[in-house]
C-alpha cells in the first residue's frame, strides 16, 4: 500500500472512530509500528490530527474565526446555555471568557438576575451594557480582531486580581486525559488566568469537543467541575464522570 493510501485510511478511521491506535493500524495496514508511527507523525505536521502516546485523536471541529464559530451548532449552544442559567443565583461574581456560547450565555440573562461578570470579550461586555442588574467589568488590553477577546500582560494582570464564584469557559477542546486545550497560546494563557481565578469551573461544550485536543494547555481535566454540553446522556461522557466531573 502507497503512503498516500496508508493516510487516506488513517484519516478515515480517525473521523469514523475519533482516535486510532498504532497497533491497530500496523495490523490493518499490514506495516511496522515505526511506519505508522511516521505517518501519524506526517500528518500532526500537517495540522491534520493530534498524535499521542500510543495513536492520535482529532482536532477540534471549530473554525478559528469568532464569526464562523457563531453561526455552529446555534440550537445547541442556547440548549447549553440555557442549563448554564441554573448555576446562576444573584449576588454572584462570575468570569465569561470569549467564546460564542459564553455570549449566548449573556444573551440569555433574565433581567432581574443580579451579578458581577468579569470578562475580556468585546461581544460579551457590550450585549451586557444593556442588562440592568448586571455590573460589567472589562478587562482591557489589546483586542484580538479575530477572536474578538482582549489579551496581553495587562488583561493577565487584571484577571488575576479577581476571586470569582464561578467561571463559564468556552473551551475549544476537552480530553479525559489531555484537559483542556485551545488553538492559540495567549489564548489558552488568558483561560488558564481565568480558571486560577474562579472558585468553580464551569465547561461549556458541544459534544463534537470532547475527545479532541489542540496545540496549547488550559488546565488539567480535573480541574474542571461541571461540563454542561448538548447531550449529557451520551456514553462517551461517561468516562468524565468517572473523574468526579459533574455533567449536566
Known amino acids: 500500500m502507497l503512503k498516500e493510501e496508508r493516510l487516506d485510511y488513517i484519516l478515515k478511521r480517525l473521523k469514523a472512530d475519533q482516535k486510532v491506535l498504532q497497533t491497530d493500524l500496523s495490523s490493518a495496514l499490514q506495516v511496522s509500528e515505526d511506519t505508522v508511527r511516521r505517518d501519524l507523525e506526517s500528518l500532526a505536521q500537517d495540522g491534520l490530527l493530534i498524535k499521542v502516546r500510543g495513536g ?120 479525559p486525559e489531555l484537559g483542556v486545550t485551545g488553538l492559540q497560546f495567549e489564548e489558552a494563557e488568558l483561560k488558564t488566568a481565568m480558571v486560577e481565578s474562579a472558585g468553580q469551573i464551569a465547561a461549556l461544550a458541544t459534544l463534537d469537543k470532547m475527545g479532541t485536543a489542540e496545540p496549547y494547555k488550559v488546565c488539567e481535566i480535573t480541574d474542571i467541575d461541571i461540563i454542561v454540553t448538548d447531550q449529557p446522556e451520551d456514553d462517551s461522557l461517561s468516562i468524565y464522570k468517572t473523574l468526579g466531573l459533574r455533567i449536566i
Open 56 to 175: 492520535a485523536i482529532p482536532h477540534s471541529p471549530n473554525p478559528y474565526s469568532f464569526q464562523e464559530r457563531s453561526q455552529l451548532h446555534e440550537k445547541d449552544k442556547r440548549r447549553i446555555a440555557e442549563k448554564a442559567l441554573t448555576l446562576l443565583h444573584d449576588g454572584q461574581t462570575i468570569i465569561l471568557d470569549g467564546g460564542t456560547s459564553t455570549l449566548t450565555l449573556a444573551k440569555l440573562l433574565p433581567p432581574q438576575l443580579k451579578l458581577n461578570v468579569v470578562t475580556n470579550s468585546v461581544p460579551v461586555a457590550m450585549q451586557l451594557i444593556e442588562h440592568p442588574s448586571v455590573e460589567v467589568i472589562f478587562t482591557g488590553g489589546r483586542i484580538n480582531k479575530d477572536s474578538r477577546v482582549t489579551g496581553g500582560l495587562d488583561t493577565l494582570r487584571m484577571l488575576r486580581r479577581f476571586r470569582a464564584d464561578l467561571c463559564f469557559l468556552g473551551v475549544c477542546s476537552l480530553h
